[in-house]
């Protein structure tokens, strides 16, 4: 009986936190599926096809994966040097620590204002290179006419707001590695960039997944930033189902954005899951 108790012990702690689940997560996906494939209460592809013809959805589709593609790496290699420094530095580590992860304390929103601030016609920018003398007058970085410098304001906005995200998760994961096997290869005369590759990455490699994970699914997600900079000069899928669902008022197609968003997330983690897959031994 005993046996039996301690055995459904576990399951019965982690009952109100799959009810909870169930209820905040599980429910709303279910109703945002039923949502877009009916129309007019009988099931029906419509909301797909007119997602699909949707004159925004082939730009935002690019707009968003080429975001990934550029960001995402970017920031894991920031993250990875910055990380490597921290862990080289004596006193004084957690208040660096502290002040590199201070955009993770700002919104969304508010940080999409504050380099839109920097970037727009009369901000900080400008009035910096019109000081120098290097224009003639306030110039246009955020709008269609300039898709180059728009998306790169949206890609450093991303960087600076995100990178202490994946920051962080190295830094928890390079504190997990025992000094030994650093010690031990510095014994043998192994240089600094021999024992980083041979040791600290593969050895890190559970907390890059998670961090890669994790930073993927959520520039898939991205909105406010660019929507704060861009507004609709920089379509992305997320955008793209904000406009449905407030002032198209279509909820179907709304719903069908943000299945598509779901489904190339965990295709992405499913992904990460094959290539960076951790051994067992590994595993924290």
Do not use: C, H
């Amino acid at each position: 009986m005993k046996r039996a108790q301690s055995r459904a012990l576990p399951y019965l702690l982690l009952g109100p936190s799959l009810v909870f689940l169930a209820v905040i997560f599980l429910l709303p996906l279910v109703q945002t599926i039923a949502l877009s494939f009916s129309e007019g209460g009988v099931a029906s592809l419509g909301n797909y096809r007119r997602m699909v013809s949707d004159l925004n959805f082939g730009l935002a589709l690019r707009n968003t994966f080429l975001l990934v593609l550029v960001v995402v790496p970017i920031q894991l290699a920031l993250a990875l040097g910055l990380s490597v420094m921290i862990e080289k530095i004596g006193r004084g580590r957690d208040l660096v620590l502290w002040v590199w992860t201070i955009p993770l304390g700002v919104s969304d929103l508010a940080a999409g204002l504050v380099w839109l601030a920097i970037l727009q016609d009369r901000g900080y920018l400008n009035s910096a290179l019109y000081g120098l003398g290097l224009v003639d007058g306030p110039t246009a970085w955020l709008t269609y006419e300039t898709p180059g410098t728009l998306f790169l304001g949206v890609v450093l906005a991303e960087i600076w707001r995100a990178t202490a995200i994946v920051l962080v998760i190295l830094v928890a994961g390079l504190q997990l590695i025992p000094k030994e096997y650093r010690e031990a290869a510095e014994v043998f005369g192994a240089r600094p960039w021999t024992i980083f590759r041979r040791i600290t990455l593969p050895l890190l490699k559970p907390s890059i997944q998670t961090a890669l994970i994790l930073r993927t699914v959520l520039a898939f997600e991205v909105f406010a930033v660019v929507y704060a900079i861009g507004g609709t000069n920089f379509p992305v899928l997320v955008g793209e189902a904000y406009t449905w669902q407030n002032a198209n008022q279509n909820t179907g197609v709304a719903a069908a954005y943000a299945m598509l968003i779901v489904v190339i997330s965990l295709a992405a983690t499913a992904i990460y899951l094959r290539v960076l897959r951790v051994p067992a031994e590994q595993q924290p």
